[in-house]
């Protein structure tokens, strides 16, 4: 399951909110817009061990749904005959409002899931299966899906929807420094997942780092390559922490912190960290590598999962202002030559190298 944290309504003076990305949504939605972003939620809930429950259009009538269904299930796992009942009899209270659910339901005792629907439909992709999307920014999410495999997507150690699912995310955070496109649909603010596990639970996606490169450190030019782009995840207990930073020549320009919490009531506010002892390395890395071409901007991504510390491809480490990180060479020109030899060619237009335009031979 994949959402993102945006969350929109009547615009409210003197309130401002702040995405990791962009900082202030007044960028894009002026004071004086009316409707505008006010600020990040979840989109997906876990509402029992066995269930994940995804939500868009209006948060009130979804938040009363979920509500409901995770004080049915009171920690014990849920049949998908009960979801599916459930589902079809939402409270009036709730439907009152306009909104679509998408519930990911593991069979008890199987390794089998039921995906159940309120208000929502399926989506043919061809070459990619079938999908159910829903809300304000459905139509573009779509578009990039369908774009997905021209992104060059690589995966170590994660199974494919999860890669996709991430490619696809660090596809729209880079979309949303540059362009801001996204954010004009309502969509975007940074993304979340939910996946089966081996134990048949479904659980949140957390400890993850998005890493967007420029080129440059591809190709050798900048003086101090550094990223352009970081930002962690991480979940303390149902509450997400984002800890996002742009750089620029190696140096943090404001990091910033948000928090975004679950479709439903807390029982316990957990403790939160100070945003400076969040750490920068994780165990789970997306590294976005921007191409500039001729052609057009392309992206290669690329996932490290669980590595061992003496083993990862990066290491953060802040230094006042500054972001120490060191590299291991052989990754990085590993993500070169796989990425030239996605296009069979060096792309035209960008010039690694002792390579240009020229073909590359036969390994």
């Known amino acids: 399951m ?30 004086g817009s009316g409707y505008t972003i006010v600020g990040l939620a979840q989109k997906i809930g876990i509402v029992a061990p066995n269930c994940a429950v995804a939500w868009c259009n209006s948060w009130l009538g979804a938040r009363i749904a979920i509500q409901q269904l995770k004080d049915r299930a009171n920690g014990r796992l849920l049949q998908v005959a009960e979801v599916r009942q459930f589902l079809s009899e939402i409270d ?33 992709v061809p070459g990619l299966g079938s999908f159910l999307i829903e809300g304000s920014g459905g139509q573009m999410l779509m578009e990039h899906i369908q774009r997905a495999p021209r992104h060059f997507l690589t ?15 660090s596809t729209l955070l880079w979309l949303e420094q540059s362009t801001g ?23 949140k996606i957390g400890d993850l780092m998005f890493v967007i490169w420029d080129d440059e450190i591809l190709l050798g030019s900048a003086p101090a390559p550094s990223p352009v782009f970081l930002m962690r995840t991480l979940y303390i207990d149902d509450v997400l922490l984002i800890k996002s930073a742009a750089l620029k ?16 009531a807390l029982t316990a506010m957990p403790n939160l960290p100070h945003p400076e002892s969040i750490d920068w390395n994780t165990r789970r890395i997306c ?27 990066v ?3 802040p230094h006042g202002p500054d972001l120490l990180f060191g ?37």
């Open 2 to 31: 994949f959402g993102d944290l945006l969350l929109s309504a009547e615009e409210t003076d003197g309130k401002v909110a702040t995405l990791p990305s962009i900082r202030e949504v007044t960028n894009f939605f002026p004071a």
């Open 92 to 124: 009036p209270e709730a439907l009152q409002y306009d909104f679509s659910l998408i519930a990911m339901v593991m069979q008890p005792g199987s390794d089998s899931y039921a995906i159940l629907t309120h208000n929502a439909s399926p989506i043919d």
């Open 155 to 169: 995966s170590s150690n994660w199974n494919g929807s999860v890669a996709i699912a991430t490619g696809l995310a």
């Open 181 to 203: 496109a996204n954010l004009r649909h309502y969509f975007g603010g940074g993304y979340e997942f939910a996946a089966p596990t081996d134990s048949g639970e479904i659980k």
């Open 249 to 264: 020549n190696g140096r943090i320009d404001r990091p910033h912190l948000h928090v975004a919490f679950p479709p439903y």
């Open 287 to 313: 590294h976005c590598f921007l191409m500039h071409t001729s052609e057009g901007t392309h992206q290669y991504s690329v996932y490290e999962a669980n590595p061992p510390d003496e083993g990862r491809s």
């Open 315 to 317: 290491t953060f480490q």
């Open 327 to 363: 590299m291991r060479p052989p990754f990085f020109e590993g993500v070169r030559r796989d990425m030239w030899a996605s296009f069979g060619r060096a792309p035209r237009g960008w010039l690694g190298p002792d390579v240009g335009d020229a073909l590359l031979p036969d390994r």
